[in-house]
């Protein structure tokens, strides 16, 4: 792991959460449901008048810790850095979603909260909330990391399609070839 690479990326991240949370009170009105993760994280801490900043700085720490996870994963992930960074987010979105039920059932602040279970509106915004924060992590990170040359290894692939095993896993070094 280089860690250079991961604060781009947590740099990147927190970034990308950001503009996030910079935008959602536009897409709360533009998409009909008061669905906003950075109450639903700030009154989690707190339920006085502090929650706004208390969730908008998890907001931004949990898009660094993301961003920073997704900068070692990136070399690995197909595509162009838009594309990384939405299919990131999506996986994140899809994979986080459906524990709306417990936040519904358990959250402190939960009779504050719009309910999110079966809620098409706020799952549209999160969608578009994570493709928003997947394209701006993305564009980031690859800026930020550009001379990171971190990238998965490449094996030499037979024309029969089973690859050279040896060399894939160090058995035969560049001393050793025949």
């Given at each position: 792991?280089?860690?250079r690479?991961s604060l781009?990326?947590?740099l990147?991240?927190?970034?990308?959460?950001?503009a996030?949370?910079a935008?959602?009170?536009?897409?709360?009105r533009?998409?009909?449901?008061?669905?906003?993760?950075?109450?639903?994280l700030?009154?989690?801490?707190?339920?006085?008048?502090?929650?706004?900043?208390?969730?908008?700085?998890?907001?931004?720490?949990?898009?660094?810790?993301?961003?920073?996870?997704?900068?070692?994963?990136?070399?690995?992930?197909?595509?162009?850095?838009?594309a990384?960074?939405?299919?990131?987010?999506?996986?994140e979105?899809?994979?986080?979603?459906?524990l709306?039920?417990?936040v519904?059932?358990?959250?402190?602040?939960?009779?504050?909260?719009?309910?999110?279970?079966?809620?098409?509106?706020?799952?549209t915004?999160?969608?578009?909330?994570h493709?928003?924060?997947g394209?701006a992590?993305?564009?980031?990170?690859?800026?930020?990391?550009?001379?990171?040359?971190?990238?998965?290894p490449?094996?030499?692939?037979?024309?029969?399609g089973?690859g050279?095993?040896?060399?894939?896993?160090?058995?035969?070094?560049?001393?050793?070839?025949?």
């Amino acid at each position: 792991m280089d860690l250079r690479r991961s604060l781009n990326g947590a740099l990147a991240g927190g970034l990308a959460a950001g503009a996030w949370a910079a935008q959602q009170p536009l897409d709360k009105r533009v998409g009909g449901s008061a669905y906003d993760d950075v109450e639903l994280l700030g009154k989690v801490v707190t339920r006085g008048p502090g929650w706004p900043l208390v969730g908008a700085a998890l907001h931004v720490a949990n898009g660094a810790l993301f961003g920073a996870v997704y900068a070692q994963l990136r070399p690995f992930l197909p595509g162009p850095p838009v594309a990384r960074g939405v299919l990131a987010g999506m996986v994140e979105h899809f994979g986080l979603w459906p524990l709306v039920t417990l936040v519904d059932r358990l959250h402190p602040a939960r009779d504050e909260l719009p309910v999110l279970s079966g809620n098409r509106q706020a799952h549209t915004q999160a969608v578009w909330r994570h493709a928003l924060f997947g394209v701006a992590l993305g564009l980031l990170e690859a800026h930020l990391n550009a001379d990171r040359h971190v990238e998965p290894p490449e094996y030499e692939v037979s024309s029969n399609g089973f690859g050279d095993i040896e060399g894939a896993v160090g058995a035969v070094g560049a001393a050793g070839a025949s």
